[in-house]
């Protein structure tokens, strides 16, 4: 469970990377990325089956990003994230990530 200290660590980030973050513009991740964008958040988005999304960049994989991001978003189900991922994420944030699923009936991948 994430404290109070855990979530205002996460958000006093200014980039963030977005782990599943759809290609579909209606999609619960999609929205989510456009409203930290207008609050000022810069994001990187990670999907291992998009080379861009929005036009922007798309990177496969953590160990992908051009830099080391303060947090990680992770809008994938979470049953696709395994225990490898949590060491993974660690590794390239420093311990901030925030795991969110969407309701079933809004998830688009």
């Known amino acids: ?18 782990a599943g973050l ?14 930290l964008q207008s609050k000022g958040y810069r994001i990187l988005a990670v999907n291992p089956n998009a080379a861009s999304i929005g036009g922007e ?3 496969p994989n953590l160990a992908a990003l051009p ?3 303060g947090a990680v ?13 949590k060491a993974s994420i660690a590794r390239y944030t420093g311990d901030s ?5 969407a309701p079933r009936e809004s998830r688009s991948l």
Do not use: G, H, W
């Open 57 to 59: 960049t798309c990177y």
């Open 73 to 85: 978003l992770i809008v994938t189900p979470a049953k696709t994230l395994k225990a490898r991922d």
């Open 1 to 18: 469970m994430n404290t109070k200290q855990d979530i205002q660590d996460f958000v006093s980030q200014r980039t963030i990377a977005m």
């Open 22 to 35: 759809s290609r579909d513009e209606k999609a619960f991740s999609a929205n989510i990325k456009k409203e």
């Open 97 to 101: 990530f925030l795991c969110m699923t």
């Open 67 to 69: 830099e080391k991001v």
